[in-house]
């Protein structure tokens, strides 16, 4: 009769059931471990009092933040530029808009700037100026109920990763063009991509918003 009881853990690599029993451990180097372990753990607290220190932003006033207080100690620059990506998501905590490629290829990062549809990812604070920006937490209005009430309807998303990027882009073309050709929708929305592939209800998604937008 087969044993089929079941193989004691040592025979097995340790990593697979995690760190070694105690009569498994070796008997030398206990000491040294300790201290090694001593010593990670207080240069890891050190840099998390660090990093606290680096991300604690000034008080938001009507969803902006107040860079005049005392309490900004961060300035964030990425490749010699301070992304508005970042400051959306990382600043305002508005995490609907995406990152995705961060070469303005993809249109995850997808937001608007007085109304036109632009990528944050390579949109620096110093573009932005006096400029209105509209993330997908604030896009609001007539278009933007017929857009979201097709999204639903057609059941665009799929993981939904790419979606927010999709629906602003999706919301400018209809706010400048309410009754978009096939290519203008093309063109439109080339700049979107999904991982998914749910092209086809992306497109059935603005036809049907552009008849409910007509009917209106």
């Known amino acids: 009769m087969p044993d089929v009881r079941p193989k004691r853990r040592h025979q097995c690599p340790p990593s697979y059931f995690g760190p ?3 009569s498994e451990r070796p008997t030398t180097g206990i000491l040294e471990a300790d201290q090694l372990r001593r010593r990670d753990a207080f240069a890891f607290s050190e ?3 660090v990093v606290l220190q680096v991300y604690e932003v000034a008080p938001r006033v009507g969803g902006f933040v107040n860079r005049d207080s005392e309490g900004c100690a961060m300035k964030l620059t990425v490749n010699g530029q301070e992304p508005l990506l970042w400051a959306i998501r990382d600043l305002l905590g508005l995490k609907g808009t995406k990152f995705g490629c961060g070469q303005a290829l993809c249109g995850a990062c997808t937001v608007h700037m007085d109304g036109q549809p632009v990528r944050s990812c390579q949109t620096s604070l110093a573009d932005v100026g006096d400029s209105k920006i509209t993330t997908i937490e604030a896009i609001a209005g007539r278009v933007a109920e017929a857009v979201r009430s097709a999204w639903i309807k057609n059941n665009v998303p799929q993981c939904g990763y790419c979606q ?4 602003m882009s999706a919301v400018a073309l209809l706010e400048s063009n309410p009754k978009p050709s096939r290519d203008d929708v093309n063109s439109a929305m ?10 086809p209800r992306i497109r059935a998604a603005i036809a049907d918003a552009s008849n409910s937008l007509g009917k209106q």
């Not at 927010?164 to 629906?167: F, L, T, W």
């Not at 080339?190 to 092209?199: A, I, M, P, Q």
Request: glycine residues 16%; hydrophobic residues 30%.
């Open 20 to 22: 070694p029993l105690p």
């Open 47 to 49: 840099m998390a009092a």
């Open 164 to 167: 927010s990027g999709q629906i």
């Open 190 to 199: 080339s700049g979107n991509l999904c991982r998914c592939g749910t092209y």
